[in-house]
């Protein structure tokens, strides 16, 4: 099973920064099968990017991903109040697919 | 626009049976899709259970396999969950959720969820 490491756990940012958000996978992972996700409260979880760099249907060009091997980011380029929230990585090219821990993005 | 709707006891006795549905509305079930069961407790985060195409081929996470079973009712546009012999483990918000199948080298990621149902394991 790929063990997903995000960090860090905890970020406390302002609108307007810019957040980066780390994933670190066990061993390798294909680029293609690695996605992120954005989840709030009371919510499912949302789709932002997938095969590491490619945005989902709506998602702000804020947004983006990048990474290969181990190691993948997310970036937030300009936080807005709307992201203040939990975001995960997945793999989901070797099964079983598996998440991260979670990197919680909460207002400065 | 394809939406995915969970529904189900909220409430199972320890030892006993979870069974979950989810309904496939605004599109078809037998499309280029995996249809997935994920679910989410605090104390083990999101864990991905298993996924099934419309052919009835699946994949299970090996460390749930021989308790789930994940099936597929193409005449109600509805696929299915049930884990036997349940403990207090199993208690979380269980997902339904849907991933494209790959095209090439575009592998789509969970790109459309249901709201989540919560399933409590008591007596």
């Known amino acids: 099973e790929i063990l997903l490491t995000q960090s860090p756990g905890t970020l406390s940012l302002s609108p307007g920064e810019r957040a980066t958000l780390s994933c670190r996978a066990s061993?390798?992972?294909?680029?293609?099968?690695v996605a992120w996700y954005q989840q709030k409260p009371g919510q499912a979880p949302r789709l932002l990017i997938y095969?590491?760099?490619t945005r989902a249907t709506g998602i702000p060009d804020r947004f983006s991903g990048s990474g290969s091997g181990t190691d993948f980011t997310l970036t937030i380029s300009r936080l807005e109040p709307e992201d203040f929230a939990v975001y995960y990585c997945?793999?989901?090219?070797?099964?079983?697919?598996?998440f991260g821990q979670g990197a919680k993005l909460d207002i400065k | 626009q394809v939406q995915l709707q969970e529904s189900g006891p909220g409430l199972v006795k320890p030892s006993g049976t979870l069974s979950l549905t989810c309904v496939v509305s605004?599109?078809?079930?037998?499309?280029?899709?995996?249809w997935s069961w994920v679910r989410q407790s605090p104390e083990k985060g999101l864990e991905w259970i298993g996924e099934?195409?419309?052919?009835?081929?699946?994949n299970y996470n090996p460390s749930l396999k021989s308790r789930v079973t994940i099936s597929v009712d193409k005449s109600k546009n509805q696929f299915s969950l049930t884990v036997t012999s349940v403990n207090a483990a199993d208690t979380a918000v269980y997902y339904c959720?849907?991933?494209?199948?790959?095209?090439?080298?575009?592998?789509?990621?969970?790109?459309?969820w249901g709201q989540g149902t919560t399933v409590t394991v008591s007596s």
């Open positions: 959720a849907r991933r494209v199948i790959c095209s090439g080298n575009i592998c789509y990621g969970l790109d459309v």
């Open positions: 605004g599109g078809s079930i037998s499309t280029n899709s995996w």
């Open positions: 099934i195409l419309h052919i009835g081929s699946t």
């Open positions: 061993q390798s992972v294909n680029s293609i099968y």
């Open positions: 095969g590491a760099s």
């Open positions: 997945q793999q989901y090219g070797n099964s079983p697919y598996t």
